[in-house]
C-alpha cells in the first residue's frame, strides 16, 4: 500500500516522531508508522483484501506493514499498518491511480509513532511461525485534557493476568485522526481473548482507562497479511 497522500499542497512535508507542535508524551516510541483504516464498497470486500495483502514495489520497505481484518466493532473492514522508518514524507503529488481506488467506499490516515519494526513484529507475532487463530483487539483513543501521558501509562499496562506479556503495542498520534493513541493487543487464540475479557471486564484496569480518556473505539480483529 502506498504512503503518498494528496494535499494539495506546492511542498513536500516531513514527520517524524517529536516534529509536531503538540507535545508527545514520553514513551519508547522511536518509528513513524502510516496507519491507514479503510472501509470497502458493497461486495468488494475480499477484493479490496486482496489487494491490500499485496506488498507495494515502490515502497522503501515493501514487506513493512500489517494487515488486520475486521470481526467486531467499528465500522472498518481493514487497517493497514505500514512501518515508515524515522521519518515520513509525503508528496503533493499524491499517490498514483491504482486499482484499490475503485474498491474502497472510505478510508482514513493518520501517521504516529511507534517502537522500532523488531519490537512490533515481535508484539504482533510475525515472523514467529503458525499464527493461525490468532486474535488482535484494536483500539483507537483520545485522551482526556491534562490525561495524556497517564492514558499511555494505563494502555501499556497489562490489563489481567491472561494477557501474554509483550504483546502490547501503543501507537501515538502525529498527524490525521481525532484520536490521541492506537493501542494492538494480540492473543494467540479466542480462548485467550476470552479469558482476557473476563478478567478486565470489572477489573480495576477498566477503571482506570476510564479516567483518563474521552473516546474510545474498539475492534476484534484478524490478520491477513503477513502471514
Not at 6 to 17: D, E, H, K, N
Not at 191 to 203: L, M, S
Request: proline share 7%; charged share 20%.
Amino acid at each position: 500500500m502506498k504512503l503518498l497522500c494528496t494535499l494539495g499542497l506546492g511542498f513536500a512535508l516531513a514527520i517524524a516522531p517529536g516534529a509536531v507542535a503538540q507535545a508527545q508524551s514520553p514513551s519508547a516510541n522511536t518509528d513513524v508508522y502510516h496507519v491507514h483504516f479503510t472501509k470497502a464498497l458493497p461486495g468488494e470486500a475480499i477484493a479490496l483484501g486482496e489487494f491490500l495483502k499485496k506488498p507495494d514495489p515502490q515502497s522503501p520497505m515493501p514487506e513493512h506493514f500489517i494487515v488486520l481484518r475486521h470481526q467486531q466493532g467499528d465500522d472498518w473492514d481493514y487497517v493497514v499498518i505500514e512501518h515508515v522508518g524515522a521519518k515520513a514524507t509525503i508528496d503533493p503529488a499524491g499517490t498514483p491511480p491504482n486499482a484499490g481506488r475503485d474498491l474502497r467506499a472510505w478510508h482514513a490516515d493518520t501517521f504516529v509513532s511507534g517502537p522500532s519494526w523488531p519490537e512490533f513484529t515481535r508484539a504482533m507475532g510475525i515472523g514467529q511461525g503458525s499464527t493461525a487463530g490468532a486474535v488482535y483487539s484494536v483500539a483507537v483513543w483520545r485522551a482526556a485534557a491534562g490525561h495524556r501521558e497517564q492514558l499511555e501509562q494505563a494502555l501499556r499496562a497489562p490489563t489481567s493476568p491472561s494477557q501474554k506479556p509483550g504483546n502490547n503495542v501503543v501507537l501515538a498520534h502525529l498527524e490525521g485522526g481525532p484520536w490521541t493513541f492506537l493501542s494492538l493487543d494480540k492473543y494467540n487464540s479466542w480462548e485467550d481473548f476470552g479469558r482476557d475479557q473476563a478478567a478486565t471486564a470489572t477489573g480495576a484496569g477498566w477503571a482506570t482507562i476510564r479516567q483518563h480518556s474521552t473516546y474510545h473505539h474498539d475492534t476484534v480483529a484478524d490478520r491477513i497479511a503477513p502471514k
